[in-house]
């Protein structure tokens, strides 16, 4: 199976950085999506950026022009570099990816366990 370990979040303040690392480990055959997306309390899982393999980067319009989605295909890992943070970017983030770990298994769904990200005003 494939296993998805993520790091990097903590407590910022408003305006500072963070980076969000997430690896894929375990049985991977092929990657078709990599992306981030975040709950905060009370509301609905969103998604903050995806990265499929060979395709156009999406964002939601919240995060557009200071966060950046890239991915290391040879490690199997996607990044979130999240700047010019706000209190509104509190949330548990969520890596995730589409793949296959192996054939003839259908491509499915992964999701980290999360790590929490609280940007203080």
């Known amino acids: 199976q494939l296993q998805l370990v993520e790091s990097g979040g903590g407590l910022v303040q408003a305006g500072g950085s963070l980076r969000l690392s997430c690896a894929a480990s375990?049985?991977?055959?092929?990657?078709?999506?990599m992306g981030w997306y975040r709950q905060a309390p009370g509301k609905l899982r969103e998604l903050v950026a995806r990265m499929p393999t060979g395709g156009s980067t999406n964002y939601a319009d919240s995060v557009e022009g200071r966060f950046t989605i890239s991915r290391d295909n040879v490690k199997n890992t996607v990044y979130l570099q999240m700047n010019s943070l706000k209190p509104e970017d509190t949330a548990v983030y969520y890596c995730y990816c589409n793949a296959r770990h192996s054939l003839p298994n259908r491509p499915r769904d992964y999701w980290g366990q999360g790590t929490q990200v609280t940007v203080s005003a």
């Open positions: 375990g049985s991977i055959f092929s990657i078709n999506v």
